[in-house]
């Protein structure tokens, strides 16, 4: 993944590139309200119920980390390939593979897809890229530069979480197909999100209407926890998100279902501009979401943080504890058809103001109004960020 803007960050870069985010998202995708089961669960009732081993999660970054560099074409990632194939067809997935070239690399996604016995309401995307990058260009000694990144952060702490789910999945009564994407070529030299983008490149028109939501694991298993609101994605998943994580007692200034006071783990209104698997699917109007923590290690300026792209992304910076926190999150949005049932309304800007600390995507509102309206506002948007331009080009010597 690449990184955007963050509100931390200030300055003329900054600004071209929250301008650029914000005018994307206006024209992409609109405002989203839900309808369906969800409403009417009782999330609490089914915390209870919640099986997700963050520990078994967690040996399986180490064993990931252990088969090597999982580069595109290399034997390390079809032996990766193998073992998950072996493992989710013993569990009755259905397991595909499909391959493609970019940029003279050899990618191969991976898919593995439980259907319910009944008539499928739909299908929803889970994924995780599984290569991990071959360079670490961030590293801080130059000479560990052109090594390959260990990658149990940025990489294998998503696909553990596919993986440890992928055993509930089957017995959730799910009235709807779920697909496990493993994604190839996410990260590599300055080239990103490869796979996803061939993969989108090849949906149908019919396959795009028929899936709910796509859900993206990046960088989900930092010692130090904070998931933060990734820009862009859908607001209604944001909002079921940050709900389910109350619920769970990952939420600041909250309380859990058992009345404890929540952990700041899920800080929404920390909003971080990122290129990621999940901005393909979300050009082509599937709700989609980010899961991701943006701050591994210490603080570094325009990085994610001091061990992202170092030698240093090794499983010991990795949790079961926070491997299980969010693997329970996304079990819980399963059991309660939190990814599911989301429909267009209408069209209104999204993120139409500057990232601040204090703003906050929690609730998603319903918006009264008209696709002329939704225009209105967008012109009065250019309109207004142009004169921020103008204003600050003309400030700066």
Request: proline share 4%; glycine share 8%.
């Given at each position: ?109 991976l898919f593995a897809k439980w259907s319910p016995n009944g008539t499928s309401s739909g299908l929803l995307v889970l994924s995780a890229h599984y290569d991990s990058r071959n360079i670490a260009d961030q590293d801080a000694n130059e000479s ?254």
């Amino acid at each position: 993944m690449h990184r955007g803007v963050s509100p931390r960050f200030t300055g003329r870069t900054a600004l071209f590139t929250c301008i650029t985010i914000m005018l994307a998202t206006t024209m992409v995708q609109g405002t989203l309200t839900t309808t369906g089961p969800y409403q009417e669960m009782d999330r609490c009732a089914v915390a209870e119920t919640l099986q997700f081993d963050g520990q078994a999660a967690n040996a399986s970054v180490q064993w990931q980390v252990d088969l090597g560099p999982r580069l595109p074409g290399s034997e390390v990632s079809a032996n990766f390939r193998q073992a998950v194939t072996e493992n989710l067809t013993a569990l009755d997935y259905e397991v595909s593979t499909r391959e493609h070239q970019r940029y003279d690399m050899n990618l191969t996604n991976l898919f593995a897809k439980w259907s319910p016995n009944g008539t499928s309401s739909g299908l929803l995307v889970l994924s995780a890229h599984y290569d991990s990058r071959n360079i670490a260009d961030q590293d801080a000694n130059e000479s560990n530069r052109s090594q390959p990144v260990p990658g149990a952060n940025d990489a294998a702490s998503g696909v553990a979480i596919l993986l440890e789910l992928a055993k509930y999945i089957p017995s959730m009564g799910l009235d709807h197909d779920v697909i496990l994407f493993f994604n190839d070529a996410e990260d590599q030299d300055q080239q990103y999100t490869l796979g996803a983008e061939a993969w989108a490149e090849n949906l149908t028109e019919e396959e795009v209407d028929s899936i709910h939501a796509f859900v993206l694991l990046d960088m989900v298993g930092d010692a130090d926890l904070q998931l933060h609101n990734i820009l862009p994605g859908n607001d209604t998943l944001k909002s079921r998100v940050v709900d389910l994580a109350g619920d769970l007692g990952m939420v600041n200034g909250t309380v859990d279902c058992s009345g404890a006071a929540g952990e700041d783990i899920v800080q929404y209104d920390t909003l971080v501009g990122v290129l990621d698997d999940h901005v393909h699917p979300h050009e082509l109007g599937i709700p989609s979401i980010d899961i991701m923590d943006t701050s591994y290690g210490e603080p570094k300026p325009y990085t994610f943080g001091s061990y992202w792209h170092t030698m240093e992304d090794t499983p010991d910076k990795v949790s079961a504890e926070s491997l299980g926190a969010v693997g329970r999150l996304v079990e819980l949005g399963l059991r309660t058809s939190a990814f599911v049932d989301i429909t267009e309304e209408i069209d209104t800007p999204e993120n139409t103001t500057e990232p601040s600390e204090s703003s906050n995507n929690t609730k998603s509102e319903e918006v009264e109004g008209s696709k002329t309206l939704a225009t209105l506002a967008a012109v009065g948007l250019f309109s207004v960020l142009a004169l921020i331009l103008v204003v600050e080009w003309k400030g700066k010597p």
